[in-house]
């Protein structure tokens, strides 16, 4: 498929070239920030699985660099269709054109923004971006280093301060095909991220992760209800509506009294929340239907769907598609605007898992999608 076609096929990977995105990514976290605020008075970011460094970007523009994206751009757009609402009224011209009226752009202070991939990533400039696999317990001392400077490495991890506001997680592994074993691996980098954020977010804190809804996936969701008030499945409209991918997007952490992170036991599915006390269960809670400010009615299933006393919990988190209603579908195909030039990618992939397959077939003398049988052995 060539590049314009792809730009067709996906307005997402053209609109990230232009907009000087490294993957389209950045536009499933720009659109769960116009649904959920995500980065209001937030400063300590942590953005696993960062590469090619999208999440990073967008974390750059907003939180360094003061621009107004995401939320902030979606609310700058309400807020002119309003203004042209009101000047249509008093002029009975609805062409009434924009002002150029623009809330000041501003840097916030004493920013911090750790990213972390097995990959290396480009640098961002004001990131600390470190090679590493969240699911080893030797990351944690690296990530608390590398946000606490003074942080002794010889103190367990949950001695140490909780500062961070934001842990996101868009871990993927390299797809297989094979969907059990896919989501499987995939829940495993979810844990391994749940673990990470347990032991740097403060109370309060937010933590947003990729899942693939798999069968099991309301047990994980039961999970997090113990730890963080809110927790809400999540589809931006740049995610195809085709894939099992979805967003948790889990807020206002508040571990349970006593509660202590532990990576020599971590959190993993089938293992219980422990306190100092025991272990922590969702509460009993009624069957409970509440109309939310948005206008969304949640349904809290509370832990009727346990069967039997000491068996796992389930809990259907609610479910939201967001992303502005007029953004693209990320399915569909689109027209591409009059004299369009399909442009390069902004970052190329700095270790690509296929590079050493296409060096092989180099060496052997084949071209793309051209090997020569006869280079192969037995060819
Ligand atoms: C979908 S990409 C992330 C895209 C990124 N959010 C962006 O906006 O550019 C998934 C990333 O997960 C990383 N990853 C997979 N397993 C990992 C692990 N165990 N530790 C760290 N990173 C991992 C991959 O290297 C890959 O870069």
């Not at 809990?315 to 009059?338: N, R």
């Not at 902004?346 to 590079?355: D, F, G, L, S």
């Amino acid at each position: 498929m060539g590049k314009s076609s792809k730009d067709k096929r996906d307005a997402y990977y053209r609109l990230a070239k232009e907009q000087g995105w490294r993957a389209r990514s950045a536009f499933k976290l720009l659109q769960l920030d116009e649904e959920f605020n995500l980065f209001e008075g937030v400063t300590r970011v942590v953005d696993l699985c960062a590469a090619p460094g999208s999440w990073s970007q967008v974390l750059s523009r907003i939180l360094i660099q003061g621009q107004r994206v995401g939320r902030a751009a979606w609310e700058d757009k309400r807020y002119q269709e309003l203004l042209r609402l009101r000047q249509a009224d008093l002029t009975g011209d609805s062409s009434a054109p924009e002002t150029d009226e623009r809330p000041e752009v501003r840097p916030r202070k004493d920013v911090k923004i750790v990213a972390i991939d097995l990959q290396p990533m480009s640098p961002l400039e004001g990131i600390t971006c470190l090679k590493a696999d969240i699911t080893h317990p030797s990351t944690i001392p690296l990530l608390l280093k590398a946000l606490d400077p003074d942080y002794n490495s010889t103190s367990s991890p949950t001695e140490a301060s909780h500062p961070v506001d934001l842990v996101l997680s868009d871990g993927a592994p390299d797809v297989t095909g094979l969907h059990d074993l896919d989501i499987y691996v995939q829940s495993q980098l979810l844990w391994a991220a749940l673990n990470l954020a347990l032991c740097v977010l403060k109370p309060g804190g937010t933590f947003v992760a990729k899942i693939f809804r798999g069968k099991d996936v309301d047990l994980l969701y039961a999970q997090l209800k113990i730890v963080f008030e809110d927790v809400t499945v999540a589809k931006p409209r740049s995610s195809r509506a085709s894939s099992v991918e979805a967003f948790i997007v889990c807020t206002n952490f508040r571990p349970p009294k006593g509660f202590k992170a532990s990576l020599d036991n971590p959190l993993g599915a089938g293992r219980k929340l422990q306190t100092d006390t025991g272990d922590v269960k969702p509460q009993r809670t009624e069957y409970s239907r509440k109309l939310r400010e948005d206008g969304i009615t949640e349904l809290d299933l509370g832990s009727d769907l346990e069967e039997e006393e000491g068996e796992d919990i389930r809990w259907i988190a609610p479910f939201l598609a967001c992303g502005d209603l007029s953004a693209f579908d990320a399915d569909a195909s689109h027209k591409l605007p009059e004299g369009h030039v399909s442009l390069d990618p902004i970052q190329p992939p700095t270790a690509p898992p296929y590079r050493r397959a296409l060096e092989e077939r180099k060496k052997m003398g084949g071209a793309y999608g051209k090997t020569k049988l006869g280079g192969l052995p037995g060819g």
